[in-house]
């Protein structure tokens, strides 16, 4: 404990405080506070005397304290608060019977509300199973078109297989047929040239037989005296002309003679293959001839044109004859059976000649209406044709191919056509209308004969006129008449408008012989291209086969 | 009063800025310093708890100023409802009376030049 | 260490005669109320000690007051009820004792801009709480309460309320303990009051600079070099002036652990 003076002061300080402060009123306060106390005591006891006074006199009682008169009292008082209390619960009552009228009310309009709704809901309900009915029915519908659907799908996905699988077959037949064509082609090609060769044999043979012979009369005629000249070419061409003269086995009598047509016969054909020639007449029919045996059979003829048949072609396999005819068409038969194959219309004029082009699917048709028109025989029409001009008389196509044309025409010119263009390429101008034309074999001359009375001969590779034959008493029968190329091409003849078929040496140009038989004027000759058979036609109906048979 | 602190550097000016609360503490000065500008001291208010962070925090205070004219500022500030409290703590101990003034508290208990307040919405430290 | 037990006692038996009056315009009743007298602590706050005096006067005001708070006033200035009421005595009748001391109770017209609100008891309860851990940082830099548990606040509170010497200074001795190896706080926490009123508060420390204890002289003249005859006074006592700062702020601060001083 610190001490100081300071201590003291605030001690005595503090003791003098709480002596004035503190004990001078501490008993006052609370005697004071105790008294209050009391007062509010008693104060409350005073407040609740007073109220419980106030109640007493409000119920109307003396005393609260003496009980004994007013037990009756009392149970008037007790009825009475029956009473009061029943008549409450009576109003109460009254209060809820109405409410409950109203509540009534209110929920028997929902009933009805609700009814209402629910008509509403079994109509839509009913239209709506209507709905599913027809839908389900259109599924069934629909399933049943599937189903069918998918049988004949079915179906015909099997015949499509079995299509395939024939159409496979047929095609593997096809192959095999294609591949037997080809071979069998071939072994024609090799037959034809084993043919070709033997008859080269056979004409090799005949050749040198023919040249001992002429060497064996050469020697005799040396020896004989001295050489005697026949004033018309040198000893070469003499025994050119002797060599011609056998190589080409001039005929020199007739043969066969028959009457071929019933009116003017136009044109007349030598067969590639066999001994048939075929002959077109005025009488609208094309017959065919066999001389295989020395005499001649009508093989059959051919019908079907409306008009006179001016030319006659066989195609290079001999199976096919075109004839051209004045009804404006050409017609096209199979040899073996005689049976018209196709009929090509198209011109607008008398069709003059008719020629196979190359492969016997194509054909060239020469016309007065100064058109050339080829003509396809698979799609029987015709796919081109050339605006020439003027009236063609004969035409004749250069190569196998067919790819150079060259036709003659009214106009005196000959025209030649690359078979892919419209326009004549080239064209040679003559001295009259060109009634025929031929081609040698090797492609090279043509022949031309002339209505002025001439033949020309023509080299292609020049494209000059190299030689032209006439004679005094040669005369061109007829606007068609024609001429032809003998199978070496070293001879030419023609036939005459007084019956003769002329023989002219196409090297030396001398006029070989004159065969004399028809009495008509010559419309036509043919050379058979091998055997040197000479087949001539008149205007008389006759038919003359000169040579050897 | 030995010191007195004239800091002027403080970007705001509470005296100026809320105008609006006035409270008429006593601006009496003592006898001994009698300067015609106001001494202001700086404050810092830092959230504790769930409060608000301010984004102003330094304050300068006009010196005579009672905290609890700082708690009506921060609650306004805040943007308190007129029921929710604030609560103003110093040295994160004890808080201050509201009549408590501004200098008194940082003669006692302010740091580095500045007074530091943390504030809270509900009791912190009892 | 306050273990001047005689001092100590001395102090808290301090009490005060306090006459209540109700103010006259809120008399609603015919019957004027009577003063209600009593005993007050000079330690204790008024909200804890006028329970039985309001319920005297509610009877006596309209009914529309009856739940707004009470307040006090003497001779017109408003009390603030945070302070001590010893040292609200001091303050307005210091220089001239009247007892008992004639106070006017108010139910309207709350005087916002002076008084803080007090709805129970718990306000006085925070605030004497929150005013001695600023005393104990002052001292301890507040490591003593952080170290005592609940209980011990509580038990400090109680003692105050309900007027417990020993069960208030079990606790409150050991906030009286020096601070750390020092002899004695850390500060002082001491309030000054000039006689208007207003308060200042400075870290004071116990020591002077060549370590001898301050005495309340040297603290005078430390914080008003330009007055003199500076005179303190608490719990109705003055102060001499060569009493040492450390022994008065162990055993004359109030409970809240702070001395209020008025300077005069």
């Known amino acids: ?465 190299v030689r032209s034959f006439s004679h005094e008493s040669f005369k061109v029968g007829c606007d068609w008449s024609r001429a032809a190329f003998g199978p070496g091409g070293r001879l030419l003849s023609v036939g005459a408008a007084d019956g003769a078929a002329y023989v002219w040496n196409t090297h030396s140009g001398r006029l070989e012989t004159i065969l004399k038989d028809h009495t008509s004027a010559v419309t036509a000759v043919s050379w058979h291209p091998q055997s040197g058979l000479l087949a001539s036609v008149d205007r008389g109906k006759r038919a003359i086969i000169w040579g050897d048979l | 009063m030995g010191d007195e602190k004239q800091t002027d550097n403080v970007p705001s000016d509470l005296s100026n800025a809320t105008e609006s609360l006035k409270i008429e503490g006593d601006q009496k000065e003592n006898g001994d310093a009698s300067k015609s500008d106001k001494v202001k001291i700086d404050i810092l208010l830092k959230a504790t708890g769930n409060a608000p962070i301010m984004k102003k925090k330094k304050w300068a205070v006009d010196a005579e100023k009672p905290i609890g004219w700082i708690m009506e500022f921060v609650k306004k500030y805040l943007k308190l409802e007129a029921d929710e409290k604030l609560f103003l703590y110093v040295n994160q101990t004890f808080a201050p009376s509201p009549d408590q003034l501004v200098k008194n508290l940082y003669e006692c208990f302010g740091t580095d030049g500045k007074l530091v307040l943390h504030y809270c919405k509900s009791q912190a430290w009892g | 260490m306050a273990n001047d037990r005689e001092v100590l006692r001395e102090i808290w038996d301090g009490k005060l005669p306090i006459c209540f009056q109700l103010a006259q315009e809120e008399i609603m009743e015919i019957q004027q109320p009577d003063a209600f007298y009593v005993m007050v602590p000079r330690l204790s706050y008024f909200p804890l000690v006028t329970d039985k005096m309001k319920r005297h006067f509610l009877r006596y005001i309209s009914q529309e007051n009856s739940d707004s708070e009470m307040w006090l006033d003497y001779n017109g200035q408003p009390l603030k009820w945070h302070y001590p009421i010893g040292f609200l005595y001091d303050l307005l009748c210091g220089n001239d004792p009247q007892l008992p001391w004639h106070l006017t109770v108010h139910f309207t017209k709350f005087p916002e801009d002076v008084l803080l609100h007090c709805n129970n008891k718990d306000v006085v309860e925070a605030h004497f709480m929150s005013t001695v851990k600023e005393a104990d940082v002052l001292k301890h830099r507040g490591q003593v309460m952080s170290t005592m548990q609940k209980k011990d606040h509580n038990q400090l509170w109680l003692g105050l309320q309900n007027d417990k010497f020993d069960q208030f200074w079990a606790i409150n001795r050991r906030l009286m303990e020096s601070h750390g190896d020092n002899e004695g706080f850390k500060h002082i926490p001491i309030k000054l009051y000039s006689d208007d009123g207003t308060c200042s508060q400075r870290l004071v420390s116990p020591k002077n600079n060549d370590g001898s204890r301050k005495t309340l002289q040297q603290m005078v003249a430390e914080l008003y070099p330009d007055k003199h005859d500076v005179q303190l006074r608490t719990h109705g006592v003055i102060i001499p002036s060569d009493t040492p700062l450390q022994w008065l702020s162990e055993h004359m601060s109030y409970p809240d652990n702070f001395l209020h001083l008025c300077v005069f």
């Not at chain 1, 049988?151 to 015909?156: A, E, I, P, R, Y």
């Not at chain 1, 047929?177 to 024609?188: F, H, I, K, T, Y």
């Not at chain 1, 008859?199 to 012979?213: D, G, S, V």
């Not at chain 1, 073996?336 to 048709?365: C, N, W, Y």
Request: with cysteine; aromatic share 6%; glycine share 6%.
């Open chain 1, 1 to 465: 404990m610190e001490g100081g003076d300071w201590r003291n002061r605030i001690i005595s300080q503090l003791q003098a405080r709480n002596k004035y402060e503190t004990a001078a009123f501490q008993d006052l306060i609370t005697f004071q506070s105790r008294l209050f106390d009391n007062v509010n005591t008693l104060k409350n006891e005073n407040l609740q005397l007073t109220l419980l006074n106030e109640r007493i006199r409000f119920t109307g009682t003396d005393s609260v304290l003496s009980g004994t008169g007013t037990a009756s009292n009392e149970r008037i008082q007790a009825l009475e608060q029956k009473i009061l209390i029943q008549q409450e619960e009576l109003t109460s009552m009254h209060r809820r019977r109405g409410e409950n009228a109203q509540q009534i009310m209110s929920l028997n309009e929902k009933v009805h509300d609700l009814e209402k709704q629910l008509q509403a809901k079994d109509i839509i309900i009913s239209e709506n199973t209507a709905v599913i009915a027809s839908l389900r029915a259109e599924i069934q519908m629909y399933e049943t078109n599937m189903t069918e659907l998918q049988g004949l799908n079915q179906v015909l996905r099997d015949e499509h297989q079995a299509l395939q699988i024939a159409f496979a077959a047929i095609e593997d037949k096809l192959r095999k047929a294609q591949d037997e064509n080809r071979s069998l082609v071939e072994r024609l090609i090799k037959y034809k040239a084993k043919d070709a060769d033997k008859m080269n044999e056979e004409n090799e043979h005949f050749i040198k037989k023919k040249t001992e012979k002429v060497r064996k009369e050469l020697e005799e005629a040396a020896r004989e005296s001295g050489s005697r000249s026949s004033g018309s070419g040198s000893s070469e061409d003499k025994i050119l002309d002797s060599i011609s003269q056998f190589y080409g086995t001039l005929p020199s009598k007739a043969a066969l003679r028959f009457d071929a047509h019933d009116g003017e016969v136009n044109a007349v054909k030598w067969s590639p293959t066999d001994r048939l020639v075929a002959t077109g007449g005025a009488d609208r029919k094309v017959k065919l001839w066999d001389v295989a045996k020395c005499v001649v059979e009508i093989k059959g003829t051919l019908v079907g044109s409306n008009a006179g048949v001016m030319s006659v072609d066989f195609d290079s396999t001999g199976a096919y004859i075109v004839g051209a005819s004045n009804d404006f068409a050409s017609r096209v038969w199979t040899v073996a059976d005689q049976r018209l194959r196709h009929t090509l219309t198209g011109h607008s004029g008398k069709v003059m000649a008719a020629k196979f082009l190359g492969e016997p699917t194509k054909v060239i048709t020469g016309s007065h209406d100064r058109t050339l028109k080829i003509w396809d025989l698979r799609s029987k029409m015709c796919t081109e044709t050339k605006f020439a001009g003027s009236s063609c008389n004969d035409l004749v196509t250069s190569d196998g191919a067919g790819s150079t044309i060259i036709s003659g025409h009214f106009d005196k010119r000959i025209r030649f056509w690359d078979i892919r263009t419209e326009m004549s390429a080239n064209d040679i101008m003559l001295q009259g209308k060109v009634t025929s034309l031929d081609l040698s074999r090797d492609n090279n001359y043509l022949l031309a004969c002339v209505r002025d009375d001439t033949i020309q001969l023509i080299d292609l590779r020049m494209n000059t006129i």
